[in-house]
C-alpha cells in the first residue's frame, strides 16, 4: 500500500499570501489529521476530519482551515500567512487508532 | 492541563552505546502511549504503541516501558547506530474525545 502522500513538499510565500496543502491518506483510511511543527513548539494538532467533517480542532486562528473530499483526501489552507506561519505542516491517515505520517511540507514565509 | 514531558531536550552518545530517553505524563484518562521516530525534514514513524495494561514493548533495538501508575514512560535504544540519529517523540493519546499531547522530543545524535 501506498503511504501518506503530501504536496507540495517545500513551498516559499511572502507574507499577507495564501496557501493550499494537499494530503492523500493511504487507501482505506478514512481520518486525516493535521499537525504544524515548529523547533521551539513541537508538534501542535490543528484539526482532525472524518469522513468529510472536521472531528476535532486545535487551538488555531481562524486564518487555517481544511477540509475533507469524499474520496479521504484533505486540503488545508493558510490565508494571510506570517512570518510565523513558516513550519513543517504533517499530515496523518488514522485507522484502528495507528496513525501514519506523510513527508510533511515545508512551508517558509518571507 | 495534559502534559507530555520529555528529557533529556538533546542526546550525544558513541555508536555501539545504549541510551534510554524519559517521557513524563500528566494526561488523564489515559488510552495509549507511542514513540515514534523523526528523521530531519521527514514525517514520524511509530515504533511502538502501548496500552494502560502493557508495560513494555520491544521493536528490534527499540524497547519501550511504562509506568501507568508513576505516569512515566522510557524508550531505550540497544547498540545504538548512526541511523538512529533522529528524534524521538513520545505522544499520549487521552480517552474520550480530548486530543493527542504530543510531547516536544528528545534529539538524539550518534556519532562514530
Known amino acids: 500500500k501506498a503511504g501518506v502522500t503530501q504536496t507540495p513538499r517545500y513551498l516559499i510565500k511572502t507574507r499577507g499570501q495564501q496557501v493550499t496543502l494537499s494530503c492523500s491518506p493511504i487507501?482505506?483510511?478514512?481520518?486525516v489529521s493535521w499537525y504544524q511543527q515548529t523547533p521551539g513548539q513541537g508538534l501542535q494538532f490543528l484539526f482532525e476530519?472524518?469522513?468529510?467533517?472536521?472531528?476535532n480542532k486545535g487551538n488555531f486562528p481562524g486564518r487555517f482551515s481544511g477540509r475533507q473530499f469524499s474520496n479521504s483526501r484533505s486540503e488545508m489552507n493558510v490565508s494571510t500567512l506570517e512570518l510565523g506561519d513558516s513550519a513543517l505542516y504533517l499530515c496523518?491517515?488514522?485507522?484502528?487508532?495507528?496513525?501514519?505520517f506523510g513527508p510533511g511540507t515545508r512551508l517558509t514565509v518571507t | 492541563k495534559n502534559q507530555v514531558e520529555q528529557s533529556p531536550q538533546s542526546l550525544i552518545i558513541l555508536e555501539g552505546k545504549n541510551c534510554t530517553l524519559q517521557?513524563?505524563?500528566?494526561?488523564?484518562?489515559?488510552?495509549?502511549l507511542r514513540w515514534y521516530k523523526q528523521d530531519t525534514g521527514r514525517g514520524p514513524v511509530s515504533l511502538t504503541i502501548?496500552?494502560?495494561?502493557?508495560n513494555t514493548k520491544s521493536n528490534g533495538r527499540y524497547t519501550a516501558t511504562l509506568d501507568a501508575d508513576t505516569k512515566q514512560s522510557s524508550l531505550h535504544i540497544t547498540a545504538s547506530q548512526l541511523s538512529d540519529s533522529a528524534s524521538y517523540i513520545c505522544?499520549?493519546?487521552?480517552?474520550?474525545?480530548?486530543?493527542?499531547?504530543f510531547g516536544t522530543g528528545t534529539k538524539l545524535q550518534v556519532i562514530p
Open positions: 496523518a491517515s488514522s485507522l484502528n487508532g495507528e496513525q501514519y
Open positions: 487507501s482505506g483510511h478514512r481520518s
Open positions: 476530519y472524518f469522513s468529510e467533517t472536521q472531528r
Open positions: 517521557c513524563n505524563y500528566t494526561v488523564s484518562p489515559f488510552s495509549n
Open positions: 502501548m496500552t494502560f495494561s502493557e
Open positions: 505522544v499520549v493519546t487521552p480517552g474520550g474525545y480530548q486530543k493527542v499531547t
